[in-house]
Every structure is written in structure tokens, then in C-alpha cells.
């Protein structure tokens, strides 16, 4: 069965510190993945994708098939980067449906 | 933000009532979709439509079903509301199927 997990509820790190938020997934295929954000009080919004291989506001994802990970990383955290980020699977077999995991709080401390 | 908005955004209802709620788009996306979101489960999708009249269950349906006569439109139904879905409703759309969503501003649902 298709799964997105991210192991951890609640981030915490200072400003200026790395921050990582992890995500698994359990696809037989080939995967499609995505980070999503959602600020306080705004709507849940697309961050990246793998297949564009971009960074967005300074955060990056690699995918690693052989781990079959997609962690979210940023060299220097910032205070406006606290919210809730989720990761989210397309898988290729079936129409649209998204699959996504249960999301990691990220809180930045000054 | 793309054009989609949800109705009501907030509800409270008692347990064994029916429940529809609106979600509306004027972008014209071929997919539609209902989340719910709870803590600790993340978001989890309950049904989506790629198209009109044709919809499919995402991984908890039951107890839930939907609707989609015309493109703009996306109904989802509670035929008999209980507690277990007190929860926090999105509708989403996109336009190449789940590569990038756009989100609605989520409905609040209080199942007392």
C-alpha cells in the first residue's frame, strides 16, 4: 500500500540552525513527491516538487529511491520558515490521488 | 489564490443529522478533491472527482459521499453525521491530475 511518513510531530530548532523535517514513503513504483506548507492563517500551498529540482526559499528535497526518502532541508532556518509542512506522494497508478503524511510542525526560535 | 471557496466555514450539527458542504472553483480544474484533517493523521483524502460525475473513495470514504453534477461544483455529504468526523474539511482542485493543488480555506465541522 501506498504510504507517506513523516516521524516527526514537532520541530524545534533556533534561527540561523539547519533544519531537516524527514519523510518515507512505500511506493513499488515510481514516485511522484511533493512538499506542501501551510502558514498560520493561510491556505495549505505546494513548496516543491522533486521533478522540478528546485529550491524555494531556500529549501531544497532530494528524492533518494534507495531509502526512499524526500527530506526537506535549509541550510539557515528563519523565523517566517515556522509552520506546518507536509509531504505528499502522487502515485502513478492511480488517476490524482495525493497521498499525504501526518505533517511536521517546524517552530523557529529567535 | 486560485479561485475556490468552501461553504460553510464553519458548522455545528448533532450526531445522526445530514451535512453538505460547498466547495466552488472558477478556474475550471478538471480535479477535485476532499481532505479531512485531523492531528496526528495529517491530512487524508475522503473522495475525489477527475471530472464530471466521475469520482472515486480516497482511503476514508465511508460514511461520506459525493457529488460532482458540473465542473465548479463539489459536493461532499455526511448522510448521518457522528462525532468521529468533528474534523477539519479541505477541498482542493488542479488542473493535471494532483500535481499541484490549490486549497480552499477548509470548514469547520462540529459533530456534537
Known amino acids: 500500500a501506498q504510504r507517506v511518513t513523516q516521524p516527526e510531530k514537532l520541530l524545534s530548532v533556533f534561527k540561523g540552525a539547519p533544519v531537516e523535517l524527514k519523510c518515507n514513503y512505500s511506493?513499488?513504483?515510481?514516485?511522484?513527491l511533493f512538499w506542501y506548507v501551510q502558514y498560520s492563517r493561510q491556505r495549505l500551498q505546494l513548496l516543491l516538487r522533486?521533478?522540478s529540482r528546485e529550491s524555494i526559499k531556500g529549501f531544497t528535497a532530494d528524492l533518494n529511491k534507495g531509502e526512499t526518502s524526500f527530506h526537506l532541508k535549509k541550510p539557515f532556518a528563519q523565523e517566517e520558515d515556522s509552520a506546518m509542512y507536509y509531504c505528499?506522494?502522487?502515485?502513478?497508478?492511480?488517476?490524482?490521488?495525493?497521498?499525504f503524511g501526518q505533517g511536521t510542525e517546524l517552530s523557529v526560535k529567535p | 489564490d486560485a479561485g475556490i471557496t468552501q461553504s460553510p466555514r464553519h458548522k455545528v450539527t448533532e450526531t445522526g443529522t445530514p451535512v453538505t458542504l460547498r466547495c466552488h472553483q472558477t478556474?475550471?480544474?478538471?480535479?477535485m478533491y476532499w481532505y479531512r484533517q485531523d492531528p496526528g493523521h495529517g491530512l487524508r483524502l475522503i473522495h475525489y472527482s477527475y471530472g464530471v460525475k466521475d469520482t472515486d473513495k480516497g482511503e476514508v470514504s465511508d460514511g461520506y459521499s459525493v457529488s460532482r453534477s458540473k465542473t465548479e461544483d463539489f459536493l461532499l455529504t455526511l448522510e448521518s453525521a457522528t462525532s468521529s468526523q468533528t474534523s477539519v474539511y479541505f477541498c482542493?482542485?488542479?488542473?493535471?491530475?494532483?500535481?499541484?493543488?490549490?486549497f480552499g480555506s477548509g470548514t469547520q465541522l462540529s459533530v456534537l
Open positions: 511506493y513499488s513504483g515510481s514516485p511522484e
Open positions: 482542493a482542485i488542479s488542473d493535471r491530475r494532483g500535481e499541484k493543488l490549490f
Open positions: 478556474e475550471n480544474h478538471r480535479y
Open positions: 505528499a506522494l502522487l502515485p502513478g497508478n492511480q488517476g490524482g490521488k495525493l497521498i
Open positions: 522533486h521533478i
